[in-house]
């Protein structure tokens, strides 16, 4: 198994701003595709996402985050744009996640393979009082946070297609 390479794009402040993962999948790309393109399934395969609709091209996402005896969710909607086959790409237009998107970029390979990159940014200071109160007392984490949900996005879908 090839590992898989991270990306973070820094701000002007210096701390990561947006990460990208790539892997390689051991599916060709229209199966992995067919996970990518069926948001409403993502709750099924995606850790966090409990409930996803799709209507038309805006996608309204529920996220729960548990933390030992309760979990604080979020919500965001995002507008779909995509080439069949090639990318799915999320901007958020609404919800409690300001500045959001997505983006899943998917490349056939030979011996049915495909490389997948899953790229995430967002605001993470918008996530409530729970982030705020982890981000301020704790600034180190605020480094995990895009690698760390590019790549849970990235391996969600490999894992997902590469299950038979």
Do not use: N
């Amino acid at each position: 198994m090839q590992k898989p390479i991270i990306e973070v794009d820094v701000g002007a402040d210096g701390t990561p701003a947006s990460a990208t993962a790539t892997t390689r999948v051991g599916a060709p790309a229209a199966r992995v595709w067919s996970f990518i393109a069926d948001v409403d399934r993502y709750p099924s395969f995606v850790p966090m996402l409990s409930k996803v609709k799709r209507d038309g091209d805006r996608v309204t996402v529920q996220l729960k985050f548990k933390i030992t005896l309760f979990s604080v969710g979020f919500d965001f909607v995002a507008d779909a744009t995509y080439d069949e086959g090639k990318w799915l790409d999320l901007r958020g237009v609404g919800g409690d996640i300001r500045d959001l998107h997505i983006r899943f970029d998917l490349q056939d390979e030979p011996g049915g393979t495909s490389i997948l990159k899953s790229t995430i940014s967002f605001d993470p200071f918008s996530l409530g009082w729970l982030s705020k109160y982890f981000l301020k007392h704790h600034p180190e984490i605020r480094y995990g946070i895009f690698p760390g949900c590019a790549y849970g996005l990235a391996d969600s879908m490999r894992q997902a297609a590469e299950k038979r």
